[in-house]
């Protein structure tokens, strides 16, 4: 709930401290899954990656809907990284699982974000052409660009 309100330090704050505690497995592998889904958030791929990680080990113990949770997660991740054909897959598995599992809830809400992941693709592509294009200048900033330049040479 943190998380969705916007308070992201505080959602990795209380999910830390059920994995610090410990107790039952499945409260502990939700709380991976969401400090890894956090830190997609915050685009920290090293965040992503540790918590991934950890997300993994327990990946042989993990019930069905929280396995379907983790790999949704991770095709959440990996788009937000902008890796949409590694996000597709990991979407595809959460979805098989959700359908052989008979988790109904989750293979409507996979196919909708599915649904939605080309139309992402499209708009990251955009924003980093947009983006590699020099933005136009006034004298100011060009005047301060090469202060700056003959500072550092």
């Not at 889904?37 to 990946?59: I, K, T």
């Not at 996000?87 to 959460?94: G, N, R, S, Y």
């Not at 052409?129 to 200048?137: F, G, N, T, V, W």
Request: with cysteine; glycine share 8%.
């Amino acid at each position: 709930m943190l998380l969705t309100v916007g308070d992201v330090d505080g959602a990795e704050r209380a999910l830390a401290e059920v994995v610090r505690r410990g107790g039952a497995h499945e409260a502990v592998q939700n709380a991976l899954i969401e400090l890894m889904h956090c830190a997609s958030f915050r685009r920290d791929r090293v965040g992503f990656a540790r918590w991934r990680d950890r997300c993994e080990a327990e990946q042989t113990r993990m019930p069905p809907n929280i396995l379907v949770d983790f790999y949704l997660k991770m095709g959440i991740g990996r788009a937000r990284f902008g890796h949409f054909d590694r996000a597709d897959e990991f979407l595809d598995t959460a979805r098989q699982l959700a359908t052989e599992a008979g988790l109904h809830e989750f293979v409507f809400r996979i196919e909708r974000i599915k649904a939605g992941l080309r139309d992402c693709q499209l708009q990251c592509t955009a924003n980093a052409a947009a983006a590699a294009e020099p933005l136009p200048q006034s004298d100011a900033v060009r005047e301060v660009s090469a202060s700056l330049a003959r500072f550092g040479a």
